[in-house]
């Protein structure tokens, strides 16, 4: 898919360099977009796979397919990759590809460091899938690859309970991917808060910007926290500090605070951007403007700050006790108050419009219907008394899915379905589309729904294996065929990205009759984006200078608006424009490379640390020094 | 700086809209994040303060007048930080590179009593591995001197930068940014040395 759209890219002028090489040294928001895509689609497989092999273990009772060791290991990668590894980083690769285009910019404010982000990532992705290899004969089933869940809750990831490398590579693997979250966080927060075009002013930014800048705040706060928790852990499992041994008076208590108060917004840094792009594409197939655009906007900032003070919700089991308990219960019914007002909103979008069904539109559609489901069942965990009935049964499991994956994934695709032809200039095949959806919708509700079932009668997670007569086989069957219901789904989605690039026939600029200003430049964009920076006037702004409204409020056409206000590409390049763009640069790679060198000198052998730093260190100083624009 | 175009950062200047530059914009967000690094560490710290199952622990050790003498070395650096500031600010880079060296020097300084601190506790049995207390105080207060070095790392850049030429009067920014994280070290500082030396310790 790289190369092939790194061909689409070349093939129209876009770009003027091709070639690995220029991939490497990149610094182009867009092209980092499509690596960030690529990369987390490739470790959607993997995490999607892990999947499989969960749900064949658990197809029937007493299966023998994964030994319990191998299956905790395999869920915890699981959860790890599909949270930080898939959803994360291709929400990453949306801001990448969007926002500079939505607001006007020629890139981010700071593309090296955009670049390290990705390159920091992709060391920090790599490291952690490495550790399968670290416990003997992977084709033994001898997997070295951590298992304490994703959560992974001290002291049990202490040497003593989980011995091998695995926990070293997933604490030390995260943190590097931290350093890759917070160094976007910084970046996307700059970007929106310094490079908008002139008239973009805060409240004519589209959803999407502005969820991404909520969410650049709650990676910037949130980020921190989990590295605290993470460096913890690894004095405790490297140097024998004692933070969570309870023999030295250590708290088990104190990992749960630490990581749920990183873990709450964590879920909100999940959903937000999904909930950005399903702000955007909604009033496109419904030709209405967003309902209510400032509650949109204020229930996505109050969603932000709420974030921050519901974290032990998480932890009602743990004896906090009733004063506790009540508190975080009652701010967790009221996060639901905003989010409310989204899901609201977007139905008072689509009432009276004239939708057209098509596949961005039926992904967004899923996303409201399931992500509804999935909200309300989280109501239901706030709950105290509820929860202690729920807490670690496949209820809680369900409930997750259904917000992560009804929710999250299906807004993604619902963004990949919609900007696809901008950064390719090939539209997806929308008969493919649709079984993909179907396809998906269909198995994503028998794999989860029958969790919920599951879940209320009982069924405790994260158990390899389960007894014959507890009446739980029909429905863990009926789970399993779910899941490679939507494994099918995402060979279609696959075939269907390979087909629609093959084809010649190319779009225009904006084939959805969009409404931001991204469809008011070529598909795929020049490399330096807008050939003249546009004056914005008002939120939809694109939209406004190509409709007028009658009497009744009803759109009309401007004439001599549509495709003629559209930028031409007469094929010439920044440098031939007079247009300053940042140089290409292998420093930010360089640095990347030296974490991952660090992390694997502090797991076997100290003084690779020393190398790993000096390699950090040569990056950051040529990077310092070397010029940052042509 | 209250006056919007200085004379020294003019010419280098892109228009942003919050009037902030960029590279300050993304200095005041990475201390914000540290803000709550540096929390989660103290926090720590203060659980665990009274948890202790076996010494030595803080009161047995803590030398109140040896660390004051050493915080308020510290807290000069930051004099002699702002005095570098104003000095390529007025374009005076001999100034300037007399400052940075002071701060680092301060900071140095600093650290060499960090070094004594940990020796001498290690010497009194204080390990990682003896008790919380260990645990909690070196790494928190290891974290802040890991913060102050890499300070110092970049102040010697900066003096080095100006030795070769590649930092003029037009980069005050630059010495800006190294400031802002400077005091930032220092305030952290200041919290560290109430929170964990000046409460009466356990």
């Known amino acids: 898919m790289a190369v092939s759209t790194a061909g689409a890219l070349k093939a129209h002028g876009a770009t003027s360099e091709s070639g690995i090489w220029s991939w490497l040294v990149t610094v182009d928001h867009k092209r980092i977009g499509v690596l960030y895509g690529v990369s987390s689609f490739f470790f959607f497989l993997i995490g999607g796979i892990e999947a499989l092999l969960i749900r064949i273990q658990l197809a029937t009772p007493e299966n023998g397919f994964l030994d319990p060791d191998a299956y905790n290991r395999i869920f915890t990668m699981h959860g790890t990759t599909m949270v930080f590894l898939v959803v994360m980083p291709m929400s990453s690769a949306f801001f990448n590809l969007l926002v500079p285009l939505m607001i006007g910019a020629r890139d981010v404010a700071f593309p090296r460091l955009n670049a390290f982000s990705f390159w920091v990532f992709l060391a920090g992705g790599l490291l952690l899938n490495a550790s399968f290899f670290t416990g003997g004969n992977i084709f033994d089933g001898e997997f070295g690859a951590p298992d304490g869940g994703w959560f992974g809750y001290a002291p049990l990831t202490l040497e003593r309970y989980s011995g091998g490398h695995g926990i070293e590579y997933w604490m030390l693997g995260l943190q590097i991917l931290g350093v890759a979250s917070l160094a976007g966080g910084f970046n996307f927060a700059v970007t929106i808060l310094n490079m908008r075009a002139p008239g973009m002013t805060l409240m004519r930014m589209p959803v999407f910007v502005w969820m991404t800048l909520v969410m650049s705040f709650l990676l910037i706060f949130a980020m921190p926290v989990i590295a605290v928790a993470l460096f913890q852990l690894s004095f405790d499992r490297l140097f024998d500090a004692n933070f969570f041994n309870p023999a030295a008076g250590g708290s088990p208590l104190l990992w749960q605070h630490l990581f749920w108060l990183f873990g709450h917004p964590e879920v909100y840094i999940l959903i937000l951007p999904a909930m950005g792009m399903v702000s955007e594409v909604l009033p496109v197939y419904a030709r209405k403007p967003l309902f209510g655009y400032p509650f949109v906007v204020f229930s996505g900032v109050a969603i932000g700050f709420m974030s921050w003070g519901v974290w032990a919700h998480h932890m009602y089991t743990v004896g906090l006790g009733p004063v506790a308990n009540s508190a975080f219960g009652i701010t967790t019914v009221m996060i639901a108050v905003p989010t409310g007002v989204k899901i609201f909103n977007w139905l008072a979008t689509l009432w009276g419009g004239s939708i057209s069904f098509n596949t961005p539109m039926m992904f967004c559609l899923g996303f409201i219907t399931m992500f509804t489901i999935g909200g309300l069942t989280g109501v239901t965990h706030s709950m105290v008394p509820s929860d202690y009935q729920q807490q670690d049964t496949y209820y809680i499991v369900a409930h997750f899915h259904q917000v992560l994956f009804g929710g999250a994934l299906f807004g993604l695709f619902a963004g990949i379905y919609y900007w696809f032809p901008k950064f390719t200039g090939k539209l997806l095949n929308e008969a493919l589309g649709q079984v993909h959806f179907w396809l998906m919708l269909i198995g994503f509700n028998l794999t989860f729904q029958p969790m919920m079932i599951l879940g209320l009668m009982g069924m405790p997670r994260r158990v390899a294996s389960y007894p014959e007569d507890y009446g739980w086989d029909l429905w863990n069957m009926m789970a399993t065929l779910g899941a490679f219901t939507i494994a099918l789904s995402i060979l279609v989605f696959m075939w269907n990205v390979i087909v629609s690039l093959r084809r010649k026939e190319r779009v225009g600029a904006d084939p959805w009759d969009g409404r931001t200003l991204e469809w008011s430049i070529p598909s795929p964009p020049p490399e330096y984006n807008f050939r003249e920076i546009p004056h914005v006037h008002s939120v939809d702004d694109f939209w406004h200078r190509k409709y007028a409204e009658d009497a009744q409020g009803r759109p009309v056409p401007v004439p001599a608006g549509g495709a003629a206000l559209v930028e031409h590409d007469d094929g010439r390049s920044a440098h031939e424009l007079g247009i300053h763009m940042p140089s290409t640069s292998y420093f930010p790679l360089v640095a990347a490379i030296g974490l991952p060198i660090i992390a694997l000198g502090l797991i076997y052998y100290i003084p690779l640390v020393f190398v790993g730093a000096a390699v950090l260190l040569i990056g950051l100083y040529g990077w310092v020094y070397e010029p940052a624009s042509e | ?202």
């Open chain 2, 1 to 202: 700086m209250a006056h919007a175009v200085s004379p020294a950062t003019h010419g280098h200047t892109v228009e942003t809209n919050t009037g902030l530059d960029n590279r300050k914009l993304l200095m005041w967000l990475f201390l914000a994040s540290d803000c709550l690094f540096f929390g989660s560490f103290i926090a720590t710290y203060m659980l665990y303060r009274d948890r202790n199952v076996q010494g030595p622990l803080a009161k047995d050790l803590y030398d109140i007048p040896f660390t004051s003498v050493s915080s308020f070395v510290l807290l000069m650096s930051s004099l002699t930080m702002v005095l570098a500031l104003a000095a390529i600010q007025r374009a005076d880079m001999r100034a300037l590179r007399i400052w940075l060296l002071a701060t680092s020097l301060l900071g140095l300084t600093f650290l060499a009593g960090q070094a004594f601190e940990f020796t001498h506790f290690w010497e009194s049995g204080l390990t990682l591995e003896r008790n919380l207390f260990g645990t909690s105080f070196f790494v928190l207060t290891g974290f802040h001197g890991a913060h102050v070095a890499v300070g110092v790392v970049i102040l010697l850049s900066l003096f080095d930068a100006s030795l070769r030429g590649k930092l003029t009067p037009d980069d005050s920014l630059a010495v800006e940014l190294g400031g802002l994280y400077w005091h930032f070290v220092d305030i952290v500082w200041i919290v560290i040395f109430t929170l964990v030396y000046l409460i009466e310790p356990q």
